[in-house]
């Protein structure tokens, strides 16, 4: 079965502190994303990337940054983490953009910011 | 910009109640329109999906037709059933001219099926 794993269903941290939060998948799908999901709001799109070493940003960058050094993983970075960033973040990743497939989703990370 | 909008929730049916939730779109070019579903603490499935004008998707007994013409992805089911209650989210996909593809996303509508 294929898989989008995040690395922590629940994570809190302080005000200030850097976070990285880790996905990986094992289906050797070039694309991959990050979404933050907020009540009324949605799935927001943060950075998406298309290729190893691509990134791209989304509808909602601020704040965040992505790094993806390999294929099957990308990671989430909260520089200098706040209170507004609380939310719950989803992983996905899906296979070559010119084929039209779904996307494959995590199991989400509730960060709490203290 | 492109955009999906939803009926917002909750909805609340009785079992075997038919139901419809309504989605319409925004978009330049030609998106892919998608059905996700989330069950409570769990990520996004896809549900069903349609690439093209008038294509039906259809899963598990919901179906939505793509409607260029009113630019609208409704999704439907006959009966639904208890263990349909999840948040269901519309939402399209166009491809990048840069590279790439995203995927946009309605607000998402919270149903409840009660016995």
């Known amino acids: 079965d294929v898989k989008v794993t995040q690395s922590s269903r629940y994570l809190v941290k302080r005000t200030g502190e850097k976070v990285f939060l880790e996905c990986v998948q094992d289906?050797?799908?070039?694309?991959m994303f990050w979404y933050r999901q907020d009540p009324g709001l949605g799935l927001r799109l943060i950075y998406f990337?298309?290729?190893?070493?691509?990134?791209e940003k989304g509808d909602i960058p601020e704040g965040y940054s992505v790094s993806r050094e390999k294929k099957e993983r990308f990671s989430l970075i909260l520089e200098s983490a706040s209170t507004n960033q609380t939310s719950m973040y989803l992983c996905?990743?899906?296979?070559?953009?010119?084929?039209?497939?779904?996307?494959?989703f995590g199991s989400g990370t509730r960060l709490t910011v203290v | 910009g492109d955009s999906v909008t939803q009926m917002e929730g909750p909805v609340t049916l009785s079992e075997e109640a038919f139901l419809t939730i309504n989605c319409t779109y925004t978009a330049t070019g030609y998106p892919s329109l998608f059905w996700y579903v989330q069950y409570p603490g769990e990520g996004l499935q896809l549900l069903l999906k349609a690439t093209k004008a008038d294509d039906k998707g259809s899963n598990k007994g919901f179906e939505a037709t793509y409607r260029k013409e009113t630019t609208s992805f409704h999704l439907e089911k006959g009966s639904v059933q208890v263990s349909d209650s999840a948040v269901y989210f519309c939402?399209?996909?166009?491809?990048?001219?840069?590279?790439?593809?995203?995927?946009?996303f309605g607000t998402g509508t919270q149903l409840k099926v009660e016995l």
């Open positions: 996905a990743s899906s296979p070559d953009s010119l084929q039209d497939y779904g996307y494959t």
């Open positions: 289906m050797d799908h070039e694309n």
């Open positions: 939402a399209l996909r166009l491809i990048l001219t840069g590279g790439g593809n995203k995927l946009t």
């Open positions: 990337s298309y290729d190893v070493k691509m990134k």
